[in-house]
């Protein structure tokens, strides 16, 4: 099953040979490599400023660094290969030749897990000298770096094989994507909530006697339920098509039932027209909203509502109840579901119409770039946006019940405002790297990239700079973070109603930026200003890119 | 109706089109053969307004693909060799959809798909989601697109590749009953005898090379320098025939086989159409008097073999 696999050689032959991938690796360990060198302790005298002690203390934050910066690797890429490993080959027409092949199907699932985290591992292992360098500094059990190992390689085959599954259960790569994502992010905030925690027993205790077995548990199930789905696959229409019936799939739905009538979902799924459309309609806008939504089933979007709600009902006890506080927190969490999910409505929406050879009937019409282009962003504009809000009427019901939000009701529009902010930002970047690439999984990948580089880096760079960098003033870190809605959200501060946690308060507040004229804009209000331009840039970039490949239109083929 | 001049298309070192000219009369049925990878679909994509020549030009009834694709997307059904379809759409919204993409309003639209969906026999699919079709079906589908907006000039690719026997007889007669609606067709076919029956004209090309173009009377009268006539005539009219014949100036030679003669000649339609009473009125019982034509597949035969160059 592991040393003759064809799956497995022919997917490690392609993966590993390509240069993106040498390249990646090479990028990944020169990152890490500045890491350490900036962060080490009586380092370059210009960054560090005074010569800094060596202390075991430099040594575990940075160590803790690296585990949680690679746990999240783990967690961002794991899925990217691995959730478009089958479907993959539904949208190549390969699939049906696998599966007519004498490969067993557990074969098959084992060649796609290895071969889809190998490179992971690959990336993995390169930062072990850079961990061994911290483990020298003192102040580290070898017991503790054999433990992240243990626990990076189990996310690994975790993460990867519920990607897998999903990649079974769904056509296209971006729904298995979004749903993968959805399904690890849980996972992985308790597993860094429990790592997290500095009493060492209940480590030591979860890592090795709650942690494995847990994993091998979710192993097995998911080896079953897709060794069974490969097995037995639906049936597949003429050409591998499968004809998905709203009407007929509804009755099979389990939980959330989507009805194109009702309100909320109807401001995402317009009813299909019964009859032909009206003069003067954008007949792509009409064809995105009311045909194209639910082609590949509801499945996808019944998932991601119904685990959203699921975890946000948590998050909400906690972070708008108990901690009115944390509400900043709260809007992240909105904020990551957007990430995750505004990109997949977006991303494809160009790439997609060359992958199903549709383009070349679309661009011998009359319709121009701009109405094509404005329709695809208004449909997956309209659909992330709805899906996420759906997500702020905890924010509402907070607002209306915690007496401390209801105070500082002004915060309400602002979050608001964030989050909207953010849905844009989400969209217009996805459908630049829509118009960009050939391939829709390169353009949702090189979209997640983006928007990392974009949300998230800035934070960890902060963080980072705070830490290690002396010289830099409070006001030039919140700067670099205006382009992050992560910060913009928690620098709304709201004050704890207990008077015992002013402290954590003080601590947690973002200082504004300033300018030099004296005045200070505090960070969301950076946010709110900067993302209405960039995403105006990036919607013109679409649009160019667009319009390039529209009158020169080679890329059809 | 369609011009092409000296189109040349190359994808980097390759030259995928080299130097293609050819014109298309209004209501002529322009087939385009070739084999696969000759640059068929090339040509038929740059004149589609999809491809953006290396040089060369070409009008469609008078608009420049090149300078004005707006105009020749208005006057021109494509369907390509390689096309989808749109997930979670009916036949009607499908129709629908291309028919407001091509800004037909409303009160024309229904009667316009009505019609459409009746021509091609697809009226019973109407509420079908189009991905659920078969391929036949698919391929009637988008040649339904191609005429929601009644273009005058319809630019076919290959619509009959992938389909089978029965299908592939639909298409043809389709194909006639569009002909006879007066509009001008360029159809595509790496397969000739798909093309022989109803093509007004032809236009080899292999490896980016026009070999030859023209009605299918041109290219015959380019691949011999003569035309050949076949008379029949009653057992006892032989020799005179052969006399009256051999006594006419356009007369080359004259074989005489049985009852038959086949005759070497050089002229027009008037001076055979003489021949022909010439022929009666000195007593000869004609049976049938006609031109031999050879078959579109020996043109193509000896076409490819390079003999006309
Ligand atoms: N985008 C492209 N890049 C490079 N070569 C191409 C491209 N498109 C077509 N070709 C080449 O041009 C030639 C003509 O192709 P095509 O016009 O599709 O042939 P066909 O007559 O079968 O329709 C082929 O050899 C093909 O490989
Ligand atoms: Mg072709």
């Known amino acids: ?80 290969f691995a959730a478009g490993a089958i479907t993959g080959e539904k949208e190549r027409k390969t699939y049906e030749m696998l599966l007519a092949s004498p490969l067993k199907p557990l074969t098959i699932l084992v060649g796609k897990l290895l071969s889809s985290l190998s490179f992971l591992v690959i990336l993995i292992v390169s930062s072990l000298p850079l961990m061994i360098l911290c483990f020298l500094l003192g102040g580290i059990l070898l017991s503790e770096i054999v433990r992240a190992y243990l626990i990076l390689i189990l996310a690994a085959g975790t993460f990867g094989l519920l990607s897998l599954a999903c990649s079974s259960f769904f056509r296209r790569t971006s729904s298995a994507l979004v749903v993968s994502y959805l399904v690890i992010l849980p996972i992985a905030l308790l597993c860094v909530a429990v790592t997290r925690n500095d009493d060492s027993m209940t480590r030591d205790f979860v890592s090795i006697a709650v942690l494995p077995p847990w994993c091998l548990a979710i192993w097995t199930l998911v080896v079953v339920v897709v060794n069974r789905r490969l097995l037995r696959p639906p049936d597949v229409g003429s ?95 909105v904020i990551t579901f957007n990430l995750l999910v505004g990109p997949v ?19 011998t019409t009359l319709l121009r770039p701009g109405t094509i282009i404005r329709a695809k962003l208004l449909a997956a504009l309209r659909v992330s946006t709805v899906l996420t809000f759906l997500l702020t009427e905890q924010l509402l019901l907070a607002y209306v019940l915690v007496p401390n939000l209801q105070t ?33 999984s390169v353009a949702i990948v090189t979209t997640y990239l983006v928007l990392f580089a974009l949300f998230v880096g800035p934070v960890g760079l902060k963080l980072y700079m705070r830490d290690f960098v002396e010289s830099v003033s409070e006001s030039k870190l919140s700067a670099m973070t205006i382009s992050s809605p992560y910060a913009a959200a928690l620098s709304i501060v709201i004050p704890p109603d207990k008077s015992s946690m002013v402290g954590t308060y003080a601590a947690a507040n973002t200082p504004p930026v300033r300018f030099p004229g004296g005045f200070a804009i505090p960070v969301w209000g950076m946010f709110l200003m900067f993302y209405p331009l960039l995403s105006g840039v990036f919607y013109i970039i679409a649009y160019v890119a667009f319009r390039y490949r529209w009158w020169r239109a080679g890329g059809t083929s | 109706m369609i011009e092409v001049s000296r189109f040349t298309k190359r994808y ?110 697809l009226a019973h699919k109407r509420e079908d989601y189009v991905n659920g079709l078969s391929k036949g079906m698919k391929q009637r589908l988008c040649l339904a697109k191609t005429l929601v907006h009644d273009p005058p ?6 619509p009959a590749s992938g389909l089978d026997p029965r299908a592939r007889l639909e298409m043809k007669a389709l194909l006639n009953e569009l002909r006879g609606m007066g509009k001008t067709i360029l159809v595509s076919s790496h397969i000739l005898s798909e093309l022989a029956d109803f093509c007004t004209s032809i236009g080899v ?11 299918i009377q041109e290219i015959q009268r380019q691949l011999r320098s003569h035309r050949v006539l ?11 025939a052969r006399a009256v014949l051999e006594d006419d100036p356009g007369i080359r030679s004259v074989d005489a086989f049985d009852h038959t003669l086949t005759a070497e000649f050089e002229g027009q339609d008037e001076d055979m159409g003489r021949l022909l009473v010439r022929l009666i009125d000195s007593g000869v019982a004609v049976q049938s008097f006609a031109e031999e034509t050879i078959s579109l597949e020996e043109v193509f035969m000896l076409i490819t073999k390079g003999i006309v160059n």
């Open chain 1, 1 to 80: 099953m592991f040393s003759n696999n064809p799956v497995l050689s022919r997917e490690l032959l392609v993966n590993l040979r390509s240069t993106r991938a040498f390249v990646m690796q090479g990028l990944y360990a020169s990152f890490l490599a500045a890491l350490v060198y900036f962060s080490w302790p009586g380092g370059d005298p210009e960054w560090g400023g005074a010569v800094r002690q060596v202390s075991p203390g430099v040594a575990r934050l940075l160590f803790n660094l690296f585990f949680l910066g690679q746990f999240f690797l783990v967690a961002l890429v794991a899925p990217t």
């Open chain 1, 345 to 363: 409505f977006s991303a494809g929406s160009i790439t997609q119409e060359r992958e199903r050879k549709t383009l070349g009937l679309l661009l």
């Open chain 2, 230 to 240: 076949k008379v029949k005539v009653g057992d006892a009219s032989t020799a005179r």
């Open chain 1, 408 to 440: 500082r009701f002004w915060t309400l529009p602002v979050y608001l405002l964030i989050i909207a902010t953010t849905c844009l930002a989400t969209t217009t970047t996805g459908l630049m790297c829509s118009a960009l690439s050939r391939k829709t």
């Open chain 2, 205 to 215: 090309i292999e490896r980016g090379k026009l070999l030859a173009a023209g009605t």
């Open chain 2, 12 to 121: 980097g070192e390759f030259t995928a089109v080299d130097d293609l000219s050819f014109s298309i009369g209004p209501g002529e049925v322009f087939g385009f053969i070739g084999p696969n990878g000759a640059g068929k679909s090339t040509t038929i994509r740059f004149l589609a307004t999809l491809l953006r020549p290396t040089s060369g030009e070409a009008w469609i009834a008078g608009h420049s693909v090149v300078g004005d694709p707006m105009a020749v997307r208005k006057v021109i059904g494509f369907m390509p060799d390689d096309f989808g379809v749109y997930d979670g759409m009916k036949v009607w919204e499908f129709l629908d959809f291309f028919a407001v993409a091509y800004e037909i309003p409303v009160k024309h639209r229904r009667k316009i798909i009505d019609e459409v969906l009746e021509l091609l026999d």
């Open chain 2, 153 to 158: 000039v319809l630019i076919l690719d290959e």
């Open chain 1, 239 to 333: 050409e591998g098509n499968e004809v998905i019936d709203e009407a007929e799939e509804m009755k099979s739905a389990i939980g959330v039932v989507i009805d194109r009538d009702l309100f909320p979902d109807k401001l995402f799924a317009p009813a299909k027209r019964t009859d032909l459309m009206p003069d003067g309609t954008n007949p792509v806008l009409d064809k995105e909203l009311r045909s194209e939504i639910f082609s590949q089933g509801t499945l996808m979007l019944r998932v991601v509502i119904q685990v959203s709600m699921f975890i946000s009902i948590f998050l909400m006890a906690v972070l708008l109840f108990w901690r009115p506080d944390w509400a900043g927190y709260y809007v992240a969490y």
